[in-house]
């Protein structure tokens, strides 16, 4: 048994050791092996001490355990992002991101909106999402508009906020500029005002991407058919299956990176201009 | 110089006149006076240069003309016109201290820029900016984009830009302003021979003296506080001007009686 404990503990030392002797080339694959060496040692760690130590694998499953159950179950781990990343949080990112870029565009227009919309959408933002939740599922049901709806609820302020910063981005000289012109105000818009907008925007964008995963996720919770990744999370945890719980978390965890970094991608070839992405 | 023998067909026309033009800024201490009592013309074809200490308004005057600012006083038209008509009919180019490009549009965009919302066709768009490139020597830098290009070539981009639409006017609010004195001559040299080319009327706001009297048929020396001007000296200078001209009497007299100019008008109170 210990040799499980042992063994783990060289292969970190071992790593340890090849990282920092790694760290000091310059070679572009050292750049991605790096971090992945690290990754593999914590989970190696991991698997050692949970076997070497005989942990109750309600604590804690073995990263093995968990990858059986994963490999096992991908149906239903399939069935449960659909419902929950692509129907839950997915539309109610592009509509609260949406609704987030055109209330900026109106409020940035008219004064009175600044005063009176922006107060409001703070006051909203300020709600907890735990005491949102039950109540839009109690009014859009348990299918995945409710999670949508809340997915909105919790983008719609950061994405305004954001925005609305970003029309304000424009330099005084560059708005002047297009005064002299005699351009129109929806020339400037689309030809000033939104381009300059962009990094910020993108900085909402990237930001509500987390929370439109937690949002539909938590929303689950209080209510939803029996498949979604928090359904399965919060009954797969009454039945003490955590191997299934950790499964979805790396589910969430994948799929919560390869969406920030979707949209990190996209920012990189539209605000390319950009001084942070010029490199 | 047979200038002279030439018949002039026309009188020469007035672009701009301001007749005791005022203008106060309301801020939260106190009105401050940015113009008071400016009279000016400016004829068809002229090279007026504005030159003074910081806070004579000769940036403000720029900018009433070019209606981004009202003067709460005295009369001001240009091309016969209030300056918000002349700017919806737009009459003028205006280029500001820095170049003002737009990092997400490529050389050859930014000129197009004005050209797309005043609704020039496309092949007119493409001949116009390469035309312009031409005319500011930045030909085959159309693809490149601003961050790309040094400080003097940005300007240049710029002024390209606002030359590339038909306004027979230019306002130039220290263009060069911000470039080193080698960059800053050769500009002011092929601003001469653009000028002389396209036979533009053209406002310039400048700190420089030399820049001044060199660039000029006429020089309006303005004092500060409130601002007003105090001296419009015409240029004795041929129109034909290579930059050694710098050195004759000629220049040198203009530019004195420009920096006397400066010293009365300026008091030294703070």
Known sequence: ?279 | MNNETIPQVDPPKAVVEARGLDLTFQTKDSPIQALKDVSLTIEQGDFVSFIGPSGCGKTTFLRCIAALEQPTGGNLTVNGMTPDEARRSRAYGYVFQAAGLYPWRTIAKNIKLPLEIMGYSRADQDERVKKVLQLVDLEGFGGKFPWQLSGGMQQRASIARALAFDADILLMDEPFGALDEIVRDHLNEQLLKLWERTNKTIAFVTHSIPEAVYLSTRIVVMSPRPGRITDVIESPLPKERPLDIRDTPEFLEVAHRVREGLRAGHAYDD
């Not at chain 1, 239903?76 to 565009?105: E, H, N, P, R």
């Not at chain 1, 999670?147 to 994405?159: D, L, N, Q, R, T």
């Not at chain 1, 708005?175 to 005699?182: F, G, I």
Request: glycine share 10%; charged share 10%.
């Open chain 1, 1 to 279: 048994m210990m040799a499980w404990v042992f063994g783990s503990l060289l292969f970190w030392a071992a790593a340890w050791a090849l990282n920092v002797r790694l760290s000091r080339l310059s070679a572009p694959w050292v750049r991605f092996f790096v971090p992945a060496l690290f990754g593999m040692t914590v989970i190696i760690v991991w698997e050692g001490m949970v076997r070497g130590f005989g942990v109750n694998p309600v604590l804690l499953p073995a990263p093995s355990a968990i990858a059986a159950t994963f490999v096992g179950e991908i149906p239903t781990l399939w069935g449960d992002l659909v419902q929950t990343f692509f129907k839950g949080a997915l539309s109610g990112y592009v509509i609260g991101c949406t609704a987030g870029v055109l209330t900026a565009i109106a409020v940035d227009r008219s004064p009175f909106l600044q005063r009176g919309l922006l107060p409001v959408g703070n006051f909203v933002a300020a709600l907890p999402i735990v005491g949102m939740a039950p109540i839009l599922v109690m009014w859009f049901g348990f299918g995945w508009q409710s999670k949508a709806a809340v997915v909105v609820v919790m983008v719609f302020f950061p994405m305004l906020v954001n925005a609305v910063e970003g029309l304000r981005a424009s330099e005084t000289m560059q708005r002047d500029l297009m005064h002299t012109y005699a351009a129109t105000p929806g020339q400037g818009l689309r030809k000033l005002r939104l381009p300059a907008a962009m990094p910020f925007i993108f900085n909402g964008l990237k930001i509500c991407t987390t929370l439109a995963l937690i949002g539909a996720i938590v929303a689950e919770f209080f209510g939803s058919p029996i498949k979604g990744m928090g359904f399965r999370i919060s009954t797969e945890v009454g039945r003490l299956a955590l191997d299934m719980v950790w499964a979805e978390i790396v589910v969430a965890a994948i799929v919560g990176s390869a969406f920030y970094g979707a949209v990190a991608l996209a920012e990189r070839v539209i605000t390319f201009w950009h001084p942070s992405q010029r490199g």
